[in-house]
């Protein structure tokens, strides 16, 4: 099975979102999350555009349509959890939820990755220059989810053959979908 990593395309004219305060979304521990008020998130005001794409671009991660969302629940596409979230933007609209990766495995190739400050408190490396999979750790894995980050750098999001082509057929904006990249020699 074929793995792509999620890509943000912006759409003519949109913009990006920020969370506000508190800021709640953590994306560096895979697990589920609830809350008892969806956390706030606000258009960022220096953009001239205000339109809105199926994936919002958040500087930590996706916001998905209603559109998205249903399109993962009727194909049962496992490996994220969407997290209910209030967009301000010229209204509130109530029909985006977070993207919340709650599967990751470890795959990285840190080295061909050229990956720095391994930090203990997020389980990472808060930087990756050149993202790069290890194959014999790929092939050995059991990917079971079709949606699911990496275990030590959470900012990319990876999406099997089934989720790719489930979202290019209902036409979604707002992303792209670029190939997994495998170190030329893996660690």
């Known amino acids: 099975m074929n793995y792509y990593l999620l890509s943000a395309v912006f759409e003519a004219d949109e913009a990006s979102f920020t969370e506000q305060p508190p800021q709640q979304l953590n994306f560096y521990h895979t697990e589920p999350k609830s809350f008892a008020t969806p956390p706030v998130v606000s258009l960022d005001t220096f953009y001239e555009g205000r339109a809105m794409s199926d994936f919002l671009k958040l500087g930590i991660g996706f916001v998905a349509s209603k559109r998205v969302q249903s399109i993962f629940q009727i194909n049962g596409f496992t490996g994220i959890q969407f997290v209910p979230v209030e967009v301000y933007a010229n209204t509130v609209n109530h029909s985006f939820a977070f993207m919340n990766c709650i599967a990751d495995y470890d795959l990285l190739d840190a ?77």
């Open 111 to 187: 080295v061909a990755s050229n990956a720095k400050r391994f930090k203990e408190v997020i389980g990472g490396y808060a930087k990756v220059s050149d993202e790069k999979l290890d194959k014999h750790k790929f092939l050995r894995s059991a990917i079971t989810h079709d949606c699911f980050t990496l275990s030590n750098y959470k900012l990319v999001y990876y999406v099997n053959e089934r989720v790719k082509l489930a979202l290019e057929q209902a036409g979604v904006s707002g992303i792209a979908f670029i190939p997994a990249d495998f170190a030329a020699t893996s660690t």
